[in-house]
């Protein structure tokens, strides 16, 4: 089959590799029908990431139709349309039983790697390192899906690819973002980064029923995609004006009740996944990477939340801390437990509440997958989303 | 065999002192006594006490002056080498002290035999680039190799006096680090936890049956039992070959305590322990697990493996890892790099006959 392989920094290309096989009982194999590009790939696409191996099949973000079950599965069939959740979560232990998908104590056989980075281990994700797992990833023509039953989403014939594919990732972490604020009625929130994740996390914040939602970005194009598409109230570019004056100003001088980072390290060209003694380097050598993280605090009202949902890798030096206890801030986080989500929005998006598919600027066929990476790197092109067809 | 004799045998048995005074998580850091009261250990031990002090001097040298070390030597004086001769120097420092600051350094002899392994293989690169002196690389080798074998003999002269720690009046020291044929300092002790989310009754059985043991355990080929104590065990070693022995099982509480040793004689000396407790909150049973075993190979044989990242601690978590798959999923979880020994690009393998997938049979229920 085709594959959209990692082959070294800046460097993809579409190759021919073996089919995937069925290689645990509970797995099932995936035809893609569509896969996207997202912006924690860019990471390593820019060779952040450490334990990356030449080769390695990229993308986390598909679905497709079941065309192979193992011998164990029981809740999908070969010829069902599904969405594949980015966290392989084994559904049984303790931390998948209390809802906490992404830190699946079982789908990462490279776990090791990861406890000497993180402590311990989170959940294997497709496509994205072998500290998490080593699994091939869905910018493929097949996929194989660990549990099956677990993670695989049916979905309705009468719903597109394109509304139905954000299921998998982008949509349920910006929800998941917008939920940890714990909004109450008449809550201010402001959102950093309107890139995908931040879109949709602007958009959820409004239907968990925040008053108002504040983007920040430095690119007109998605500040103007936050307000006519998502239904962000206000913008602030930060290359413009100066985002803590300007968010006094739209909020009394109280500051964001609630504030969401969706912005991360990526921004600044740093890793998901950052090298234990890298990062350690980086501590002494650099002091300005969380940019969004350190202003969200820092603006965020007395007894706020701060909700984190761009991707940190390692350990960030120069975090206010003392902002954080003396004014009763809650910082909450974690990578999306998609499964918990899915059900859920997936009815949000039959009932007509919301159109996922609004975050799309570019579709290419999976072929052109080198393309999509440059365009969605350079922001050529206005580029917010890039869709990859593999029929 | 009465206890007496059996303790005489194996420097004391880990079984009589846990039924004498057993308390979960106590701890086998206990430091060895030993009174070496021999001639040949007394003039072994000032032999190691005079390879401690080369090894500093040798150690500041390189860190002081690697220079005139580089020039000494033959080598090429670059930065590369400068870089190089400070690590070795710290490297030196470090065994040094560690021989000079016990009383029996047997274990730190060793660490100068693998940093002589080091030093050749140095030297053998060396030797093969152009830039270098090869007269005085050639000539600082045939030294190298020469303290190479005083380590060795050092280091083997004090292994054997270990064995057993034997004192004056012929009493036996019983310790923590002594057992079933291990030396002092050699056996390599690795103590490892895992919540399972099953009932402790269910875990308890599971690994009761010694059997099921190789579905999850890396390093075991097979384990037959002989009968209720006894077993019969096969291990992977390098290079694709097989060891065996066989083991008792010396304290069995059930659904709380299993511990088991080789019998004497064994060629992979080892003993191990696991506890089940419930874990609080109804999250299943916590585990934990102790074992030591004397390498295959012998010192040299775990210096190697260890420097070479073969990391105990890491295999035993990564055993208990597979054991909690097996357990709560009946199957161990496989990507698509872990099938295979050693990197592999995350793409599906071009042939499943070629790949290692371990177990994927349902655990059965066993009869206790």
């Known amino acids: ?391 | 065999m009465t206890g007496t004799e059996q303790s005489l045998r194996y420097g004391g048995s880990l079984g009589e002192r846990r039924r004498a005074n057993y308390t979960p998580y106590q701890t086998y850091n206990r430091r060895y006594t030993d009174q070496p009261g021999r001639k040949v250990e007394q003039s072994t031990e000032r032999w190691a006490k005079g390879l401690g002090w080369l090894s500093i001097g040798l150690g500041l040298a390189q860190i002081a002056a690697p220079r005139k070390v580089a020039r000494l030597i033959g080598v090429n004086d670059d930065d590369e080498t400068r870089n190089t001769m400070f690590a070795l120097g710290l490297r030196e420092i470090t065994s040094g002290v560690g021989i000079l600051s016990r009383p029996r350094p047997v274990g730190w002899v060793w660490t100068r035999v693998g940093g002589d392994l080091m030093d050749l293989a140095l030297l053998g690169k060396a030797m093969s680039s152009g830039d270098n002196d090869r007269n005085r690389v050639a000539a600082v080798t045939a030294a190298v190799v020469g303290v190479t074998l005083l380590d060795v003999i050092t280091g083997q002269q004090l292994s054997k006096g270990g064995n057993g720690a034997r004192t004056s009046n012929g009493s036996r020291t019983i310790s923590r680090a002594t057992g079933p044929g291990f030396r002092i300092g050699g056996p390599i002790q690795v103590k490892e936890a895992i919540t399972i989310n099953r009932p402790r009754s269910e875990v308890y059985r599971f690994w009761h049956n010694f059997e099921n043991l190789p579905r999850f355990m890396a390093h075991l080929e097979s384990v037959q039992i002989l009968d209720e104590r006894r077993s019969r065990w096969k291990g992977k070693a390098p290079a694709g070959s097989t060891v065996e022995w066989e083991a008792e099982i010396i304290e069995d509480r059930p659904n709380e305590l299993i511990a088991w040793r080789s019998l004497p004689d064994s060629t992979v000396p080892n003993m191990g322990s696991v506890q089940f407790r419930d874990a609080p909150g109804g999250r299943g049973t916590e585990v934990l697990v102790e074992l030591r075993y004397q390498p295959p190979g012998g010192k040299i044989g775990a210096l190697i493996a260890k420097l070479f990242g073969e990391e105990p601690k890491q295999q035993v978590k990564g055993d208990l890892r597979r054991f909690k798959q097996v357990m709560e999923l009946g199957e161990i979880v496989h990507s698509d790099s872990s099938i295979h020994r050693g990197p592999h690009p995350a793409q599906p393998p071009e042939d499943l006959n070629k790949v290692e997938l371990g177990t994927t049979q349902q655990p059965q229920e066993v009869q206790s």
């Open chain 1, 1 to 391: 089959m085709k594959a959209n392989c990692w082959m070294g920094k800046r460097k993809v290309q579409v190759e021919e590799v073996p089919d995937p096989k069925i290689l645990n009982s509970q797995d099932a194999i995936v035809k893609i029908t569509s896969t996207a590009i997202c912006g924690s790939d860019l990471h390593l696409f820019n060779g952040f990431v450490p334990t990356m191996e030449r080769g390695d099949i990229l993308g986390h973000e598909f679905m497709g139709e079941v065309v192979e079950v193992g011998p164990s599965v029981r809740n999908i069939q070969v010829g069902d349309r599904v969405v594949v959740p980015f966290p392989i979560s084994c559904g049984t232990c303790a931390a998948c039983q209390a809802g906490l998908f992404s830190v699946c104590e079982n789908s990462n056989p490279n776990a090791w790697i990861a406890e000497k980075l993180l402590g311990h281990s989170p959940a294997g994700v497709y496509g994205y390192s072998h500290m998490l797992g080593g699994f091939a990833g869905g910018q493929a023509e097949y996929a194989r899906v660990p549990f099956a039953d677990v993670g695989p989403l049916k979905v309705p014939e009468d719903l597109t690819d394109e509304q139905v594919l954000f299921l998998s990732d982008i949509f349920p972490t910006g929800y998941m973002g917008a939920e940890m604020c714990d909004i109450q009625r008449g809550d201010v929130i402001a959102v950093w980064g309107a890139g995908p994740v931040g879109q949709f996390a602007i958009a959820s914040a409004l239907l968990l029923g925040a008053e108002r939602v504040i983007a920040i970005d430095r690119f007109k194009y998605r500040l103007q995609m936050a307000k006519e598409r998502a239904g962000a109230s206000d913008t602030i570019n930060y290359e413009e004006v100066n985002v803590q004056d300007a968010l006094l100003e739209l909020t009394g001088g109280r500051g964001p009740d609630k504030c969401i980072d969706a912005v991360g390290m990526e921004a600044h060209g740093h890793g998901v996944t950052y090298a234990y003694d890298r990062a350690k380097q980086a501590m002494m050598l650099e002091s300005d990477r969380p940019i969004a993280l350190r202003e969200a605090i820092l603006a965020c009202r007395n007894g706020g939340v701060v909700s984190v949902i761009g991707v940190y890798g390692g350990f960030i030096d120069k975090f206010p801390m003392g902002a954080i206890m003396n004014r009763s801030l809650t910082i909450r986080s974690g990578q999306c437990h998609v499964q918990r989500y899915m059900r859920p929005l997936l009815e949000r998006v039959q009932k007509g509440e919301i159109d996922p598919s609004f975050v799309i600027t570019h579709r290419l066929p999976l072929d052109q997958a080198p393309q999509g990476y440059d365009m969605f790197l350079n922001k050529e092109d206005n580029c917010e989303k890039v869709v990859l067809s593999a029929r």
